[in-house]
């Protein structure tokens, strides 16, 4: 089994940049598709941004303010947030699923969440 493990949340000021890292807690697992998922208080979770058979997508609510990264030498992916508004305010989820030898592995997995507050 693998596990994903989130990294880089924490208390920023409304306009500043926070950058979340994910990393699989096994190196033989490696990324196939990722996504970025955030949770608000008292809400459902949502998709910020995902990339999917190489396509990269985002919500309309982060375009032009967040990128989706990653590193497949590291193993890693990444959320750059910039501009970061009081509303994005979440707890930020990785999400992904995995190939070993390049071989699909079934099922999605999911990281614990770093929580990302954005002061006004």
């Known amino acids: 089994q693998v596990q994903l493990v989130e990294s880089g949340g924490g208390l920023v000021q409304a306009g500043g940049s926070l950058r979340l890292s994910c990393a699989a807690s096994?190196?033989?697992?490696?990324?196939?598709?990722m996504a970025w998922y955030r949770q608000h208080p008292g809400k459902q979770r949502e998709l910020v941004t995902s990339?999917?058979?190489?396509?990269?997508n985002y919500a309309d609510s982060v375009k032009g303010r967040f990128t989706i990264s990653r590193d497949d030498g590291k193993n890693m992916v990444y959320l750059q947030m910039n501009r970061l508004k009081p509303e994005d305010t979440a707890v930020y989820y990785c999400?992904?699923?995995?190939?070993?030898?390049?071989?699909?592995?079934?099922?999605?997995?999911w990281g614990r969440g770093t929580q990302v507050t954005v002061s006004s």
């Open positions: 096994e190196s033989v697992f490696r990324f196939n598709d």
């Open positions: 999400s992904a699923n995995f190939t070993i030898a390049k071989i699909p592995i079934a099922g999605d997995y």
């Open positions: 990339i999917i058979n190489g396509r990269t």
